[in-house]
């Protein structure tokens, strides 16, 4: 867990050796473990690095191999390191205390740019070879360390944050229009831009090569659906799903600090939590689990009707976990918060789950936690409900291997005769009256964008074409695939990762690891989803380890953060003051962004009713400390 960056010569003729410095000081916050930049006449390389896993306690980066002439900077977590070692020769004793870093830059001596065909983990890194004058960045399969850079006609300037980019004299802030038009409207843009024009983000799985005069982005990974596991019976998919989870959940927990991990009630985070907990007891390093939940002074006109209290001390009681810190949105303010994120990333961002989880941060710092456990990505692939598999016996007409599913019989799950035939009945009736009728329009008008400027832009045109594209029914696969490599899902993890890294803390996900992932998409789809149950393989292999409640829960009658309402009203005096200010102000502008109707309509509101106009409060709030930049475009 690191910030890198770096400046490129690219024509010879040298750099400000300012400008390094500049860029150290203007990524140094939170509270970096050790700080150095190693540079020569051709390039700069900084290195912040923040200690989690027990190997970066001895890491020293930037760190140059003198038998290579490589230096690497890297923000990295390497999880196949006893398979690199067998590839790489590394002795057992060597192993124990060698740093992630050293596995990268000893692999790419080997394996030169397809080293990252046999890395494993969430990371980001830059290598550069001396000898050839030959920059080389990587990063992770599923973009879960961020990287950005700018390719200026004379230098190559990368780092992990905007703000290493941002603070140098020869670029210029100008709006990328088309990312500020998609980002009012909602919609999730594939290309690899961000607000700046010029700055862009490496994609996941893609690795860039940097010499005099030339730049090259190339993929070296893409998920795929593989060719299909034959195994022997059903024990056997639940034995190796069960396995590699465990397995998943084991890389990410090695930590030389106390692990933490996020708990909703749900499925994918209490069965993360359960195999945590297990794994880290007997090291005498038990878990600490961070849960939402309602304050106990409920205010039944903010509050939802329940939260996950019960299911939650379920899961802690079933799983002996004694350290779980109930958090609440009892004293958050939505402007705050915004501007804290602000502050760090310097953009406006595209997931709000951030600005709505960011006391999580503070709970885990107090208990010294630098690594958060989520079960974030696992409805876009290992724990979707895959309904598509029932569509798809009814598609081929396999009705006898439907009903005896839906049966269940000899299971648990089993159905009685006359509830199986009224199943399958409302099953086929539902699938051949489905509505294909477009709501594409029913939110957009929620976003608070002005008519004239819809109009002008093309707004709503650009809004229906790409929700066409992007809200479908999963009905494949492949639509799985494109949810969880989808930009919005990157999104959420970039901005997440860059707060919690303000406190020292590293967020994983295990629900993305891509041997697990690769092994789902290979099993048969009846594993997917069996006996009228989604999750199937996941649930059966959680047998034992959570409550069964809690393991064949199909409700989810809380909210992933109870209680939401109340930081938009804790904040309603800020809100209603600023945007009546700013109604008055813009009223006689030729352009407009956000609708002033719908402005005034949001201040004359009672405060409790603010939730109401989240989407508006959020984007007008991100956009009002880039007023300069976006006038220079719309004036």
């Given amino acids: 867990m690191s910030i890198i960056f770096g400046i490129f010569d690219k024509t010879g003729q040298g750099f400000d050796k300012s400008w390094p410095e500049t860029m150290k000081k203007d990524l140094w916050h939170g509270n970096p473990d050790r700080v150095d930049i190693w540079r020569n006449s051709n390039i700069a390389l900084g290195n912040l690095s923040i200690f989690n896993t027990p190997e970066s306690l001895h ?142 983000s490496i994609p996941p799985g893609h690795h860039v090569i940097i010499e005099p005069g030339k730049m090259s982005l190339e993929k070296y990974w893409e998920l795929t ?122 953009t406006p961002y595209r997931s709000n789950y951030v600005a709505y989880n960011l006391n999580a941060h503070q709970y885990a710092k107090a208990e010294g936690v ?54 399958l009945y409302r099953l086929g009736f539902k699938s051949k009256n489905s509505s294909d009728k477009s709501k594409e329009l029913k939110k957009f008008y929620r976003y608070g964008i002005a008519e004239d400027f819809i109009q002008k832009h093309q707004l709503k045109q650009i809004y229906i074409k790409n929700r066409k594209i992007e809200f479908f029914a999963t009905k494949s696969l492949l639509d799985l695939i494109i949810k969880i490599t989808h930009r919005h899902m990157n999104d959420r993890i970039e901005v997440t990762n860059l707060m919690a890294q303000h406190e020292n803390i590293e967020f994983r996900y295990p629900l993305f690891d891509i041997d697990l992932i690769a092994f789902y998409l290979a099993i048969p789809d009846d594993m997917k989803y069996k006996f009228r149950y989604g999750r199937y393989s996941h649930r059966m292999a959680m047998e034992n380890e959570l409550p069964q409640q809690i393991q064949w829960r199909t409700d989810k009658h809380g909210t992933i953060n109870p209680g939401l309402a109340r930081i938009f009203s804790n904040d309603a005096c800020a809100i209603k003051s600023v945007l009546k200010r700013y109604s008055e102000e813009y009223d006689n502008q030729n352009e407009v962004i956000f609708s002033l109707k719908m402005i005034e309509k949001l201040v004359s509101e009672p405060d409790k009713k603010l939730f109401d106009y989240k989407s508006v409060i959020n984007k007008f709030f991100q956009l009002m400390p880039f007023e300069k930049i976006i006038d220079n475009k719309f004036a």
């Avoid at 390497?78 to 830059?105: G, Y």
């Avoid at 708990?263 to 985070?269: A, I, T």
């Avoid at 907990?277 to 090291?283: T, Y």
């Avoid at 689990?289 to 006109?301: C, D, H, M, Q, T």
């Fill in 59 to 200: 890491e020293i980066l930037p760190h140059k191999d003198n038998e290579s002439n490589l230096i690497i900077v890297s923000d990295s977590r390497i999880d196949n390191r006893n398979d690199l070692a067998k590839r790489l020769n590394v002795p057992d004793k060597e192993l124990k205390m060698m740093p992630d870093s050293i596995f990268i830059i000893r692999t790419f001596q080997k394996y030169k740019t397809n080293s990252t065909s046999y890395l494993k983990g969430d990371f980001s890194f830059a290598i550069y070879d001396e000898s050839k004058n030959r920059l080389y960045l990587a990063r992770d399969h599923f973009g879960m360390r961020p990287l950005f850079y700018f390719n200026h006609p004379d230098y190559f300037v990368f780092s992990t944050e905007l703000r290493g980019i941002l603070t140098l004299p020869f670029f210029e802030k100008k709006l990328n229009e088309n990312w500020l038009l998609d980002f009012l409207i909602n919609v999730n843009r594939k290309e690899f831009d961000t607000f700046y024009e010029g700055i862009y």
């Fill in 370 to 423: 630098r690594t958060i456990l989520s079960g974030h990505g696992g409805d876009q692939m290992l724990t979707n409900t895959a309904h598509f598999v029932y569509q798809d016996y009814l598609i081929h007409h396999w009705y006898l291997k439907l009903f005896n599913d839906i049966r269940a019989k000899g299971t648990i799950h089993k159905l009685d005769l006359i509830n199986s035939f009224k199943y």
């Fill in 225 to 346: 659906v593989p060719e299909r596991i034959i195994l022997k019976n059903d024990q056997e998919y639940i034995e190796g799903y069960k396995e590699l989870f465990e397995t998943a959940v084991k890389s990410r927990v090695r930590s030389a600090f106390p692990v933490g991990a996020e708990l909703s009630g749900g499925l994918d985070s209490s069965s993360i939590v359960a195999v945590a907990q297990k794994i880290l007891v007997p090291e005498k390093n038990p878990l600490h689990v961070f849960a939402r939940v309602l304050p106990e002074n409920k205010n039944p006109e903010l509050d939802d009707p329940d939260d996950e209290t019960k299911e939650i001390k379920l899961v802690c009681d079933f799983c002996g976990i004694a350290n779980l810190h109930q958090v609440t949105m009892e004293d958050q303010k939505i402007t705050e918060n915004i501007r804290q994120i602000i502050e760090i990333i310097q």
